[in-house]
C-alpha cells in the first residue's frame, strides 16, 4: 500500500511539473505573441551595442594588462558571444517571472484562450503596430504631463499670495 502511495505522488508531482512547463511554455506564447518582451529586449540589446564600443575597449586594454595574447578581434568576438547569452537569458527570466505572475491569475485553459486571441488577424496587426505608435504615444504623453504640470503649478501659484 505504502508502495503504491508513493508511486500516486510521484505521479501526480510529474503531471503537476509538465503542467507547469506547459503553462510557462504557453506564457512563452503568448509573451511572444504580443511582442511584450521585446522592447525589454530591444533596450537591453540597444544599451548594450552603445556600450559596446567603450566595453570592448577597456576589456581588451585589461586581458593585455593581465598578460593575455588577445586581439581586440578576439574581445569583439567574446562580447558578441557575451551579449547573445546575457539577452537569451534575460528573456528567459522574464518569461519565467511572468509565468509565476500569470499563475496567481490565470488558468491554463485562459492562458490558451488568450493565445487564441492573440493570434487573430486583427490581434496580430495592433501588435505589429506597437513598435511605431510606442515612441510617439510616450512622446506625447509627456509633452501632456508637462503642460499640464506647467499650468497647475501657475495656478497654484497664482492663488497663493505667499508665491505672488
Request: proline share 3%.
Amino acid at each position: 500500500m505504502r508502495f503504491f502511495l508513493i508511486i500516486i505522488l510521484f505521479f501526480s508531482s510529474l503531471s503537476s511539473s509538465l503542467y507547469a512547463d506547459e503553462f510557462v511554455q504557453e506564457v512563452a506564447r503568448i509573451l511572444n505573441l504580443n511582442s511584450s518582451t521585446s522592447s525589454t529586449i530591444q533596450i537591453a540589446d540597444n544599451t548594450l551595442n552603445q556600450a559596446a564600443p567603450d566595453l570592448i575597449t577597456q576589456m581588451h586594454q585589461d586581458f593585455i594588462k593581465d598578460g593575455k595574447n588577445v586581439s581586440r578581434d578576439d574581445v569583439t568576438s567574446l562580447f558578441g558571444r557575451y551579449k547573445t547569452k546575457v539577452l537569451e537569458e534575460l528573456r528567459a527570466r522574464i518569461i519565467e517571472a511572468t509565468a509565476e505572475e500569470y499563475r496567481k491569475h490565470f488558468t491554463l485553459e485562459e492562458l490558451k484562450e488568450l493565445r487564441t486571441l492573440f493570434e487573430t488577424p486583427v490581434f496580430q496587426h495592433y501588435t505589429s503596430k506597437q513598435p511605431e505608435l510606442l515612441p510617439i504615444l510616450q512622446q506625447r504623453g509627456a509633452e501632456i504631463g508637462q503642460e499640464i504640470g506647467v499650468r497647475v503649478l501657475d495656478e497654484l501659484i497664482a492663488a497663493d499670495p505667499k508665491f505672488r
